[in-house]
C-alpha cells in the first residue's frame, strides 16, 4: 500500500462546475500538505500547501485537511478550461524536505 | 528568466550506454532535488542536496551519481542504462530550513528513453 493515495482519474468536468479532488494517507506524521499543478509535459508547480488541519483558501481554490481521517481534498470552484492538467498532492512530516507524491488526478475542463 | 532549467530536454539513448543530466537554478537555493515520473505519473524522490551535500539518498540503484559542484548545479550521471530507467526525470530547489515549509521549485523536466 503507498504512503499516499490518489484517484487517477481522468475526471472530465464541464466549464463552471466545481471540481473536488482527493487524496488519503496513512502516515500521521505529516504536517505539510501540498497540491500541485502539472500540465501536459511541463513540471509540477506549487498551487496551495496548508500546515496541519483546517482550510485555506486562495481565489477558486480551497484546500482542505482532515488529520483525523488522513484526507485532505482541493476544491476548484468555477472551473475553467486551463484548469486542465494533473493535479499532484504532496506530504511531508516535519524536519525533512522530503515530499511523498500521490499519483496524481488528470482533470479535464472541457467548454 | 528561468528559474530551475534542465539539459537536455529529450534523451533517447540505447541500453548499456551512460548519460548526464545536468540542473542548474538561479533562485540563491540551497537545497535541490532529483525526482522520477513514471509513465503512470508517479512522482518520487531520488536525492537531495544541501550546499552539496547528499541529505536524501533513497533506494536508488548505484547506478545513478548524483554530483554537485555547487549550490547552483545539482547533475545525474546515470551508468549502464536500463529499459525501465525510462522516465522524465525532475530536478528541483527550495530554501532549507527544518521545522518549516519550503517550497520546492521544479525545472521543466528530462524525458529519457532507452530503447
Known amino acids: 500500500q503507498k504512503e499516499v493515495e490518489q484517484d487517477p482519474g481522468p475526471l472530465s468536468v464541464p466549464e463552471g462546475a466545481i471540481v473536488s479532488l482527493n487524496c488519503t494517507y496513512s502516515?500521521?506524521?505529516?504536517?505539510?500538505f501540498m497540491w500541485y499543478r502539472q500540465y501536459s509535459r511541463k513540471g509540477p508547480e506549487l498551487l496551495m500547501y496548508?500546515?496541519?488541519?483546517g482550510n485555506k483558501e486562495d481565489g477558486r481554490f480551497t484546500a482542505q485537511v482532515d488529520k483525523s481521517s488522513k484526507y485532505i481534498s482541493l476544491f476548484i470552484r468555477d472551473s475553467q478550461p486551463s484548469d486542465s492538467a494533473t493535479y499532484l498532492c504532496?506530504?511531508?512530516?516535519?524536519?525533512?524536505?522530503?515530499?511523498?507524491f500521490g499519483t496524481g488526478t488528470r482533470l479535464q475542463v472541457f467548454p | 528568466d528561468t528559474a530551475v532549467s534542465q539539459t537536455p530536454k529529450y534523451l533517447v539513448t540505447q541500453m548499456g550506454n551512460d548519460k548526464s543530466i545536468k540542473c542548474e537554478q538561479n533562485?540563491?537555493?540551497?537545497?535541490m532535488y532529483w525526482y522520477k515520473q513514471d509513465s503512470k505519473k508517479f512522482l518520487k524522490i531520488m536525492f537531495s542536496?544541501?550546499?552539496?551535500?547528499?541529505?536524501i539518498n533513497e533506494t536508488v540503484p548505484n547506478r545513478f551519481s548524483p554530483k554537485s559542484p555547487d549550490k547552483a548545479h545539482l547533475n545525474l550521471h546515470i551508468n549502464s542504462l536500463e529499459l525501465g530507467d525510462s522516465a522524465v526525470y525532475f530536478c528541483?530547489?527550495?530554501?532549507?530550513?527544518?521545522?518549516?515549509?519550503?517550497?520546492?521549485?521544479f525545472g521543466p523536466g528530462t524525458r529519457l528513453t532507452v530503447l
Open positions: 528541483a530547489s527550495s530554501t532549507y530550513g527544518e521545522g518549516s515549509y519550503n517550497e520546492q521549485f
Open positions: 502516515n500521521s506524521a505529516f504536517q505539510y
Open positions: 496548508t500546515y496541519s488541519s
Open positions: 504532496a506530504m511531508s512530516a516535519d524536519n525533512t524536505d522530503k515530499l511523498i
Open positions: 533562485l540563491g537555493h540551497d537545497t
Open positions: 542536496y544541501n550546499n552539496k551535500e547528499l541529505i
